[in-house]
Structure formats: C-alpha cells, structure tokens
C-alpha cells in the first residue's frame, strides 16, 4: 500500500481524533498513522535516491 501526502494529513488528524475521543481507538489510529507516514518516507526516498 502507498500513501500520498494528502492520506498521511487525513491519517494523522484521524488519530488525533480518535485519541481525544476514546483512547483504544487512538491507539490503533495512532499506529497505522505512523505506518503511512513511514511509508511515505521510503516511497520518497526512494523516489529521489536519498
């Protein structure tokens, strides 16, 4: 799965939500967020040979 930099902002804001609502959730929201993120970090990279 690839992320663009749009899906990591709306990922990112969902698990802010989600902790300030019910604390298992923003847990698990928090997790996948940071997989996006780091996703994205290798795609990027990967894209311009850092």
Request: charged residues 15%; proline residues 0%.
């Amino acid at each position: 799965m690839s992320y663009n930099t749009r899906d990591v902002i709306i990922f990112s804001r969902g698990a802010i939500e989600a902790m300030l609502t019910n604390r298992g959730e923003g847990i698990v929201a928090t997790f996948y967020g940071m997989v996006a993120v780091y996703e994205q970090a290798l795609l990027f990279s990967s894209q311009h040979n850092i």
